[in-house]
């Protein structure tokens, strides 16, 4: 059995609807669809929360806005003899969600809480309208089996309980394909509506494949598979026709927005295959992603991506020289406020110990730092603690890195040449990843030199 999880872009038109109609239902067996909300859809209850906040009284104009695309898609992709009861179903919800707007504006705030049932809307209607396109489908509902937990500020999913309730929620699929909501998920000990993040769909995808030990889990995007850098940074991107599952995570945990970067690990740990593919090119082979990595005889790196908006905590002063003892106090400190660490870079000339830490994580994660060295900072032990932000991070990603000779430096020669300040670099643990953090203004710059380097342009003809 396979799942197949069709983004915003897939789900956002009668016409890629159209497309979605014609790849489930040339299935031979029977499948999962996990769909996302209709392209667009979640920024835009998120924008009409805020203007119901404000006091903005549009937000009743841009309600019936929400409400009319969700009824041309209808009119567009629903037989009509299932038209009525979907309508109903969806007419259901966005009475509810008016009701909601309008509590929103009379009280001019919105909670995070609040926030979560709002965006839940977008995949609950697009589940219903999928579901009623496609003769004989059935409706799961994710909020019923997707459960989460609180850590810290976040939901995370709490993976063991979800197992179990998706394996009792399918174990009977009165239909040959079972739809069921991405993204939305309800909190395991308070029953209210959360979610997985945004871009959350595929992990729900992953979530169910895993559970259900599926055969493969295929995520239905716009593009033709996974490419060798974002495309809309780097136009002559490649596809990469097969890549391991370490190299997909540590790409998309360094930005490549193409997978959510949580997805990966549930089907990597039943060893189930993913694939990328194109609803709007079926044909196209795809990416294939599996325990295997193949090495390139021409190039080392699978490869490169980047975040933005990181910020670098640097610390100074003798103690640097104790790197086990900085190590640990540093991680445990920030892990204890629930703050993740992006790379660390080892002590340099300087005598300064990195970490990167999103942008958004950057005061917490100094508060913490400054307290765990608060002893040494008086004594002088550590000279100080700097945060420089507005950087970001490269990374360079391939299982057969450590293999290759001289990659780092040579990036490294590469950026500097260019006029590239590189703030910190790393290889990491594992030697499959090299990152880089330079200024953020400098990220298409050093993406396009480091892209270049690797997968050099054909020369025009
Ligand atoms: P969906 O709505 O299907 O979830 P997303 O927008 O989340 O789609 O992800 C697909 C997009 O990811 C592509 O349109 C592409 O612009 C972007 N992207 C970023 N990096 C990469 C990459 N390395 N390979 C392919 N796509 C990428
Ligand atoms: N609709 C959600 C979002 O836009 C989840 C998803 O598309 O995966 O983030
Ligand atoms: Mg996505």
Same mark, same amino acid.
């Given at each position: 059995? *396979?799942?197949? *999880?069709?983004?915003?872009?897939?789900?956002?038109?009668?016409?890629?609807?159209?497309?979605?109609?014609?790849?489930?239902?040339?299935?031979?067996?029977?499948?999962?669809?996990?769909?996302?909300?209709?392209?667009?859809?979640?920024?835009?209850?998120?924008?009409?929360?805020?203007?119901?906040?404000?006091?903005?009284?549009?937000?009743?104009? $841009?309600?019936?806005?929400?409400?009319?695309?969700?009824?041309?898609?209808?009119?567009?992709?629903?037989?009509?003899?299932?038209?009525?009861?979907?309508? $109903?179903?969806?007419?259901?919800?966005?009475?509810?969600?008016?009701?909601?707007?309008?509590?929103?504006?009379?009280?001019?705030?919105?909670?995070?809480?609040?926030?979560?049932?709002?965006?839940?809307?977008?995949?609950?209607?697009?589940?219903?309208?999928?579901?009623?396109?496609?003769?004989?489908?059935?409706?799961?509902?994710?909020?019923?089996?997707?459960?989460?937990?609180?850590?810290?500020?976040?939901?995370?999913?709490?993976?063991?309980?979800?197992?179990?309730?998706?394996?009792?929620?399918?174990?009977?699929?009165?239909?040959?394909?079972?739809?069921?909501?991405?993204?939305?998920?309800?909190?395991?000990?308070?029953?209210?509506?959360?979610?997985?993040?945004?871009?959350?769909?595929?992990?729900?995808?992953?979530?169910?494949?895993?559970?259900?030990?599926?055969?493969?889990? $295929?995520?239905?995007?716009?593009?033709?598979?996974?490419?060798?850098?974002?495309?809309?940074?780097?136009?002559?991107?490649?596809?990469?026709?097969?890549?391991?599952?370490?190299?997909?995570?540590?790409?998309?945990?360094?930005?490549?927005?193409?997978?959510?970067?949580?997805?990966?690990?549930?089907?990597?740990?039943?060893?189930?295959?993913?694939?990328?593919?194109?609803?709007?090119?079926?044909?196209?082979?795809?990416?294939?992603?599996?325990?295997?990595?193949?090495?390139?005889? $021409?190039?080392?790196?699978?490869?490169?991506?980047?975040?933005?908006?990181?910020?670098?905590?640097?610390?100074?002063?003798?103690?640097?020289?104790?790197?086990?003892?900085?190590?640990?106090?540093?991680?445990?400190?920030?892990?204890?406020?629930?703050?993740?660490?992006?790379?660390?870079?080892?002590?340099?000339?300087?005598?300064?110990?990195?970490?990167?830490?999103?942008?958004?994580?950057?005061?917490?994660?100094?508060?913490?730092?400054?307290?765990?060295?608060?002893?040494?900072?008086?004594?002088?032990?550590?000279?100080?603690?700097?945060?420089?932000?507005?950087?970001?991070?490269?990374?360079?990603?391939?299982?057969?890195?450590?293999?290759?000779?001289?990659?780092?430096?040579?990036?490294?020669?590469?950026?500097?040449?260019?006029?590239?300040?590189?703030?910190?670099?790393?290889?990491?643990?594992?030697?499959?990843?090299?990152?880089?953090?330079?200024?953020?203004?400098?990220?298409? *710059?050093?993406?396009?030199?480091?892209?270049?380097?690797?997968?050099?342009?054909?020369?025009? *003809?």
């Amino acid at each position: 059995m *396979k799942v197949l *999880k069709f983004g915003g872009t897939s789900v956002g038109t009668v016409e890629s609807l159209s497309n979605v109609k014609k790849i489930v239902e040339a299935l031979p067996d029977g499948c999962v669809v996990v769909v996302s909300a209709l392209g667009g859809i979640t920024d835009r209850l998120i924008a009409t929360a805020r203007l119901a906040a404000a006091g903005d009284e549009s937000y009743r104009a $841009e309600t019936e806005a929400i409400a009319h695309r969700h009824f041309d898609v209808i009119a567009g992709v629903v037989a009509e003899i299932r038209r009525k009861e979907v309508i $109903e179903r969806v007419g259901d919800l966005l009475q509810e969600l008016r009701r909601i707007y309008d509590g929103v504006f009379l009280l001019r705030e919105i909670s995070a809480r609040t926030l979560d049932v709002i965006v839940s809307f977008g995949e609950r209607m697009s589940s219903a309208i999928v579901t009623a396109m496609i003769p004989g489908a059935s409706l799961h509902d994710s909020m019923s089996f997707i459960k989460t937990e609180k850590w810290f500020d976040r939901n995370i999913a709490d993976s063991s309980l979800t197992s179990a309730l998706i394996r009792k929620d399918f174990s009977s699929m009165p239909g040959r394909v079972a739809i069921a909501p991405g993204f939305i998920s309800t909190d395991r000990d308070s029953g209210e509506i959360t979610n997985l993040g945004r871009g959350g769909s595929d992990f729900t995808a992953a979530l169910i494949s895993a559970a259900l030990d599926a055969e493969l889990l $295929e995520i239905w995007t716009d593009v033709d598979g996974f490419m060798t850098a974002d495309p809309r940074i780097i136009p002559d991107a490649r596809i990469i026709p097969e890549m391991s599952f370490v190299e997909s995570m540590e790409l998309c945990s360094f930005g490549a927005k193409v997978i959510y970067p949580p997805t990966i690990y549930p089907v990597f740990h039943k060893n189930i295959p993913i694939k990328i593919l194109n609803t709007f090119n079926a044909e196209a082979p795809g990416t294939l992603i599996t325990d295997i990595s193949e090495p390139d005889s $021409e190039c080392p790196v699978r490869g490169v991506s980047a975040i933005k908006e990181i910020t670098l905590l640097s610390l100074k002063g003798d103690l640097t020289g104790n790197v086990p003892q900085i190590n640990s106090r540093s991680f445990n400190a920030l892990a204890r406020k629930g703050v993740n660490v992006l790379l660390v870079s080892q002590p340099d000339s300087d005598n300064a110990f990195s970490f990167a830490v999103a942008g958004n994580d950057a005061r917490k994660a100094l508060e913490a730092l400054e307290d765990e060295f608060a002893p040494e900072l008086t004594s002088g032990a550590l000279e100080r603690i700097d945060s420089i932000d507005s950087l970001s991070t490269i990374a360079v990603v391939g299982e057969h890195l450590k293999a290759a000779t001289r990659v780092g430096p040579r990036i490294l020669n590469t950026l500097m040449r260019d006029g590239i300040d590189v703030k910190a670099f790393s290889t990491g643990v594992s030697e499959t990843t090299a990152t880089f953090v330079v200024e953020a203004d400098m990220t298409s *710059k050093a993406l396009i030199l480091i892209h270049n380097l690797f997968f050099p342009s054909p020369l025009p *003809k």
